[in-house]
């Protein structure tokens, strides 16, 4: 990783400022727990980040949200306006 020299360790966890690392066997369930309110992806991004990170986050976090039916069902859809002549 790029941040390797700015890792140090905290209480036995890996951390990177204040953001834990987190392994990836513990990265679905984090990432479950994050999107149990649906929040959308621009928030669950600013929420994740905050606090974690691992090399994949985003993309992970995308995936996950793309793939939630109530999340797809729910994004902002465009609003069409009328079309005028």
């Known amino acids: ?3 390797r020299n700015e890792l140090s ?9 204040l953001r834990t ?3 990836s066997r513990f990265r679905n ?6 999107h149990l309110s649906h929040p959308g992806m621009t928030r669950m991004k600013v929420y994740a980040r905050r606090y974690f990170w ?4 985003d993309k992970d976090i ?6 939630c039916p109530n ?6 859809q465009p609003i069409k306006a009328p079309l005028s002549p």
């Not at 369930?29 to 994050?34: C, R, Y």
């Not at 691992?54 to 986050?57: A, M, Q, R, T, V």
Request: aromatic share 8%; glycine share 6%; hydrophobic share 30%.
């Open 1 to 3: 990783y790029r941040i």
């Open 9 to 17: 360790t905290s209480n036995g966890c890996i951390t990177w400022g």
């Open 21 to 23: 690392i987190i392994p």
């Open 29 to 34: 369930h984090l990432l479950n727990h994050l």
């Open 54 to 57: 691992w090399p994949s986050i």
């Open 62 to 67: 995308e995936e996950l949200v793309r793939k």
């Open 71 to 76: 999340c797809t069902e729910n994004s902002k």
